[in-house]
């Protein structure tokens, strides 16, 4: 009886090796997932197509400025309060405001439940942030002064840093900074041996290469530029130009929505006004 046991063991112990093997074999031969198909990725876009993209100004009353973008499913949500008095008081500049940039993301905002509080990612993109608007804000308007902006990512599926950058860029024009100009950010990537703008989560975990970029505009000036991956002279030459592109689409919807705020904050004004008048 002892004998039939441990030969029917032997059996399943066979029986689940020849498994385990046919699973790797699997595995092993499985073929990479496309991300390009018929010159078009897997979303539908072409190369250098953006994601939708969203953007409102004044979206919290509590704070001075304050925007919240889309760039397809990565959601990002920014607040700036100042310039107000700098504490502690020993890091105050007596010439200028000192810009202050905290970039978080919700616990909630990926499919694998995020630690709470800065990690080294945000520390960097904080940083970062910080120096890609930097160039534009009239610090000097402002001594002995602080401006924090607190940018916080709801949701993400790739492109946070600039999402978050171009809504940040928003909210200091939505608190009333004096600016010379917006900074609007985008990034390019390289997926199965094509440049692409914009990439989303699936391609940005499986892309060869990410470059985010953040734009001024009116100035001309690049005041982020970053890579993470390889390319080729040409490839990367093309990916700064799909993101300058895709970076100066964005800047015209960061205007249209600073407009709608002030067209609506304007009527707003107005309609109280007549309403006294005619009390």
């Not at 197509?49 to 760039?71: F, H, Q």
């Not at 940083?127 to 002995?144: D, G, I, N, Q, S």
């Not at 009333?176 to 989560?201: P, T, Y």
């Amino acid at each position: 009886m002892k004998k039939k046991a441990k030969t029917k063991e032997k059996e399943e112990e066979i029986g689940l090796e020849e498994l385990v093997e046919t699973k790797e074999k699997d595995v092993i031969s499985e073929e990479p997932v496309k991300l390009i198909v018929k010159g078009k990725r897997l979303d539908g876009r072409g190369f250098n197509e953006l994601r939708p993209i969203k953007i409102e100004a004044g979206v919290l009353e509590r704070a001075d400025g304050s925007a919240y973008v889309e760039y397809g499913d990565t959601h990002a949500l920014a607040a700036v309060y100042g310039p107000r008095e700098l504490h502690p008081r020993h890091l105050t500049e007596p010439q200028q405001a000192v810009l202050r940039v905290k970039y978080d993301m919700i616990p909630f905002s990926v499919g694998d439940r995020k630690r709470p509080g800065p990690d080294r990612r945000s520390i960097e993109i904080s940083k970062v942030t910080r120096e890609a608007l930097e160039p534009v804000v009239f610090l000097k308007h402002y001594p002995k002064t602080g401006i924090d902006v607190f940018i916080e990512i709801v949701q993400a599926d790739a492109g946070t840093r600039v999402a978050g950058i171009t809504a940040a860029s928003v909210a200091l024009a939505d608190a009333g900074i004096e600016m010379s100009d917006l900074v609007a950010a985008c990034s390019a990537g390289k997926i199965d041996g094509e440049v692409v703008l914009d990439m989303n989560g699936i391609e940005d975990n499986t892309g060869e290469a990410d470059v985010p970029v953040a734009l001024s505009p009116k100035n001309s000036k690049i005041t982020l530029l970053q890579m993470d991956g390889q390319l080729t002279e040409d490839e990367f030459e093309k990916a700064l130009k799909y993101a300058v592109e895709g970076c100066k689409k964005v800047y015209e919807l960061q205007k249209a929505a600073l407009k709608k705020k002030y067209v609506a904050a304007t009527s707003a004004t107005e309609g109280n006004n007549n309403q006294k008048g005619s009390e």
